[in-house]
């Protein structure tokens, strides 16, 4: 009975978070809108079934030996005290998990290195200039020369070339519903492809703790048509106000802020921050690679 309360008990936990997971809709990185998104949840399934292959055999084989042997006067499961070792047993439970293995790590680098490339080579892709902060996203364009603080608008159906750094400590950018996130890094610009075949606002957040203010720091990343994207540029270089050095000083200092537009930006800012951070020797940066068919700015 004591055993039986256990298993209980237990397939109750673990039902819990299932249970729970339904009031706050759908689990968001299994919701893709982009084909990096898409890739990565092919992977995490694929990667799913493969583990559950190992892990549910497992654990069905610890409740039926919990069972069968358990130590009760009128157990009738063979007691064999000296026995050693099976062949076949062992051949098995090694075996298996390293064929498993050996499929995911293939299909798992087949997909990383499928993602360091454009989704698609059909649209001119778009160069943004992402900086994290303490405890903000810095956004710059350019081709556009524009900037945003803790928004980013992109146009839909297009690949998107994120260049990332950081200004403040290591963070990660994340867009949940694009793709996976990468790492922000003092004096390092990382790149980052994502694409969203839609329209709509997708959540964005900072997925590495960074301090008091990490929990805020989120930022939405809206899709636009075409159209509608070369309408907003147009009307931020027309009535923001421009960002100069004093302004950027400012949103490097610790704290929160709400979401800002810049009509420009300092020249050469972003590279400026990577070799202030460390970065005194790469000469060719992730934005200047040919196949992306766009130059930015180069430090003089």
């Known amino acids: 009975m004591k055993l039986s309360r256990l298993f209980t008990r237990t397939f109750l936990i673990c039902l819990i978070p299932m249970m729970l997971s339904g009031c706050g809709g759908k689990f968001i990185v299994l919701d893709p809108k982009g084909p990096v998104g898409e890739e990565e949840k092919h992977l995490i399934l694929l990667t799913t079934l493969l583990i559950a292959i190992i892990v549910i055999p497992v654990i069905a084989l610890l409740i039926y030996i919990v069972y069968r042997y358990r130590d009760t006067p009128h157990n009738t499961a063979r007691y064999r005290p000296k026995w050693g070792d099976n062949k076949y047993l062992e051949i098995i439970w090694w075996g298996v998990p390293i064929i498993i293995t050996m499929f995911m790590a293939y299909f798992t680098v087949i997909t990383i290195f499928s993602l360091v490339k454009p989704p698609t080579t059909e649209v001119k892709p778009l160069t943004i200039q ?132 810049y009509s420009s930006y300092p020249p050469h800012i972003f590279n400026r921050t990577l070799r202030k951070n460390g970065d005194h020797h790469l000469e060719r940066r992730p934005e200047d690679i040919p196949f992306t068919g766009i130059k930015t700015e180069k430090t003089k």
Do not use: C
Request: charge should be neutral; proline fraction near 6%; charged fraction near 15%.
């Open 130 to 261: 992402v900086t994290s902060l303490d405890w903000k996203w810095l956004f710059q364009y350019p081709e556009q020369h524009i900037s945003t603080v803790n928004y980013v608008d992109i146009p839909a159906g297009r690949p998107v070339q994120f260049i990332l750094t950081s200004d403040a400590p290591m963070n990660s950018f994340w867009v949940p519903q694009l793709g996976g996130q990468e790492y922000t890094m003092p004096g390092m610009a990382m790149r980052l492809w994502l694409q969203a075949n839609e329209t709509g606002k997708y959540f964005g957040t900072g997925a590495n703790f960074t301090g008091e203010g990490f929990a805020h720091m989120q930022f939405d990343v809206v899709a636009k048509t075409d159209a509608d994207f070369n309408s907003w540029v147009n009307k931020v270089k027309t009535t923001a106000k421009p960002m100069d050095m004093t302004i950027y000083n400012k949103l490097k200092v610790p704290g929160l802020t709400n979401q800002q537009t």
